[in-house]
């Protein structure tokens, strides 16, 4: 095995315009409507590809920039959980108020599993350490926040009456509003459990790969990737219980953006 799994030149160019047109054709000819987000998501990846590449070299040389970057991607993921939540703007009119609520479900779900994996010396206190381990345990739960986050919304808007109901015989607006909505806002968890289920079975991760890319042996691979699945999974169940309560408190509406 060579260096890379993928090997640069006009045919990755090739195979790159290739799959854009092919996912965006499938999404227009089965009615789904995503051509659009589709192309806009690769576009922006490359462009974000092409700028983080070119910094990332010089914030992994320093413990604190590798920090202040950490933080920033957390600060975006905030702000897209939020715009997906409530369906209102990343970066609009309110967008900030919204990103500090999806902020703190998130950042409660990378922050004790970063704590712990750093102060057990299982990954290095360095920023090269630091940066890809915390992208990876940000993205998961981030993606779980959004997901569980947005189901208890739309529960509640379809089952509004038995909420009601609820209400009628006694309950607390936040024990109503969890009665109805919380079960699925489980399902949330199902990619990680998963991914965590069939890993080495059916994929072998980015971490797995990355070790053995880098010259590690397959258990020091192995060894890695368990700890970013359980890592994942850890980070997603706290960020799904927190904005499990936030929805449920009130602290979340869709109402708010008209």
């Known amino acids: 095995m060579g260096s890379s799994v993928v090997t640069l030149g006009p045919g990755l160019l090739v195979a790159l315009a290739a799959l854009l047109v092919l996912a965006a054709v499938v999404g227009r000819l089965s009615g789904l409507g995503q051509q659009r987000p589709v192309v806009w998501a ?6 974000q590809l092409a700028a983080v590449s070119s910094v990332i070299v010089v914030v992994v040389r320093s413990l604190w920039t590798s920090a202040a970057f950490a933080a920033l991607m957390l600060l975006v993921a905030a702000a897209t959980s ?28 990378v922050l004790p599993v970063l704590g712990l994996v750093l102060a057990s010396g299982s990954v290095p206190l360095r920023g090269v350490a630091v940066v890809p381990v915390a992208g990876i345990v940000i993205g998961g739960a981030m993606t779980a926040t959004s997901l569980a ?12 009456g038995e909420v009601e109901a609820a209400l009628a015989l006694g309950f607390l607006p936040r024990d109503a509003a969890m009665l109805v909505a919380q079960p699925v806002a489980a399902t949330a968890l199902v990619p990680a459990l998963d991914q965590t289920r069939t890993v080495g079975l059916v994929t072998l991760p980015g971490a797995y790969v990355g070790v053995l890319l880098g010259g590690g042996g397959a258990l020091q691979a192995g060894a890695a990737q368990l700890l970013v699945l359980v890592g994942l999974l850890a980070a997603e169940v706290i960020a799904v219980w927190i904005v499990c309560e936030e929805v449920a408190r009130g602290c979340l509406r869709r109402t708010e953006l008209s």
């Open 82 to 109: 939020a715009g997906r939540v409530t369906g209102g703007p990343a970066w609009g009119r309110g967008s900030p108020r919204r990103a500090a609520v999806l902020a703190a479900p998130i950042a409660a779900g």
């Open 42 to 47: 690769v576009l922006r990846a490359t462009a």
């Open 149 to 160: 986050g947005r189901r208890m919304l739309d529960e509640l808007e379809q089952r509004h």
